[in-house]
């Protein structure tokens, strides 16, 4: 079977970045450090390998969206000190131009501009877009580009060297003050802004349950049963259980491989996912009933624990992981306290 062209797999599919960024340095050495290609993992971040293969065609190995992704290109055009154009011959379709414009300082403009196809057809372009994923990466490698010429840590540099690390974490630390310093004024609704989507869940859960648990107990169905827990909720907790063992055993495994924010990032569902399974037996436990008051307290901050969960993973997926993890966070205080309302009650009603 022949491979189609790279436009024949993409037709339609085509998405553009366009992203630049000065670089103190002479053209001249901007032009030679970008053009030194199989250098290029050093400042891209999902790049791990490019292999000349002659005749200004090279062989790219690459972590598209986590997923090894192997390539050939060829340079369509090399003007030294001015652009250097690309495109794919095989594998997905991705074609570029990046140019180097000196402003008489002593400063170079770098800019690239790059067109691409994300693996997966539509649905890959719908989650880039959604993300911007790519976006976000070509401004990092653009940055690590920068630092490389002037000497500075770049990202992949402090990943692999403890002391580059601890430097840039201090950074991290000097820019956060600094920021929460400008942003004095506006500090509580920056804090409470990720408050609103587990809010408004715990809201919208409270009034569900009032609806749905009120009809419930009206019904004669709800005292048919009989059984300590009921099957579904039995086998809805084992469930819950198994993922909150596959969420630790996940966190490890991205934790061996060096990506920290990833593993904690899974790994903070691990309590999560235990407390829920917890909670489906106690709803399915016929010999724990609690009024109905208690009920919708107890979902109401089950909903804004699943609210949390969800901005959680939003902000994830939009490439604000700190935001991300703080929002987190909060999920099993939530569950924990609607396993405690419940209980609680359970007790003073004996």
């Given at each position: 079977m022949t491979q189609a062209s790279p436009v024949d797999q993409t037709t339609g599919n085509i998405l553009t970045v366009d992203d630049s960024i000065p670089v103190p340095a002479p053209v001249s050495d901007v032009y030679r450090r970008w053009n030194d290609f199989p250098s290029f993992p050093s400042f891209m971040s999902n790049v791990q390998e490019v292999r000349p293969l002659g005749g200004n065609r090279y062989h790219w190995v690459a972590r598209i969206f986590g997923v090894k992704q192997e390539w050939d290109a060829e340079v369509t055009e090399n003007v030294p000190n001015q652009r250097i154009s690309w495109r794919s011959t095989s594998g997905s379709y991705n074609a570029g131009t990046v140019s180097f414009t000196p402003d008489g300082s002593g400063q170079t403009t770098v800019r690239l501009r790059l067109?691409?196809?994300?693996?997966?057809g539509k649905v890959g372009q719908a989650l880039d877009q959604l993300t911007q994923t790519t976006r976000r990466e070509v401004s990092e490698d653009l940055r690590n580009f920068k630092n490389l010429i002037t000497g500075q840590p770049t990202s992949q540099g402090i990943a692999g060297s403890a002391t580059q690390a601890m430097q840039g974490m201090r950074q991290g630390i000097q820019q956060g003050m600094q920021q929460f310093q400008q942003q004095a004024p506006g500090g509580l609704g920056s804090v409470l802004g990720p408050l609103t989507v587990p809010i408004g869940a715990s809201v919208a859960?409270?009034?569900?349950?009032?609806?749905?648990?009120?009809?419930?107990?009206?019904?004669?169905?709800?005292?048919?049963?009989?059984?300590?827990?009921?099957?579904?909720?039995?086998?809805?907790?084992?469930?819950?259980?198994?993922?909150?063992?596959?969420?630790?055993?996940?966190?490890?495994?991205l934790r061996s491989r060096g990506r920290?924010?990833?593993?904690?990032?899974?790994?903070?569902?691990?309590?999560?996912?235990?407390?829920?399974?917890?909670?489906?037996?106690?709803?399915?436990?016929?010999?724990?009933?609690?009024?109905?008051?208690?009920s919708v307290m107890s979902w109401t901050y089950a909903a804004a624990s699943a609210g949390s969960i969800l901005a959680s993973a939003t902000l994830h997926a939009r490439g604000k992981r700190e935001d991300g993890l703080f929002v987190g966070q909060w999920a099993p205080t939530f569950l924990g306290a609607a396993l405690f309302t419940r209980l609680f009650n359970r007790l003073l009603t004996r």
């Open positions: 067109e691409y196809a994300p693996p997966g859960g409270g009034v569900a349950s009032y609806m749905i648990g009120k009809r419930l107990r009206e019904s004669r169905a709800y005292a048919m049963y009989t059984s300590p827990v009921a099957l579904p909720n039995a086998i809805a907790g084992w469930a819950l259980t198994g993922a909150s063992a596959a969420s630790v055993l996940g966190s490890a495994t920290p924010t990833d593993a904690l990032f899974i790994g903070q569902w691990a309590p999560t996912f235990l407390q829920a399974g917890i909670l489906a037996r106690l709803l399915g436990h016929r010999g724990i009933q609690t009024n109905l008051p208690t």
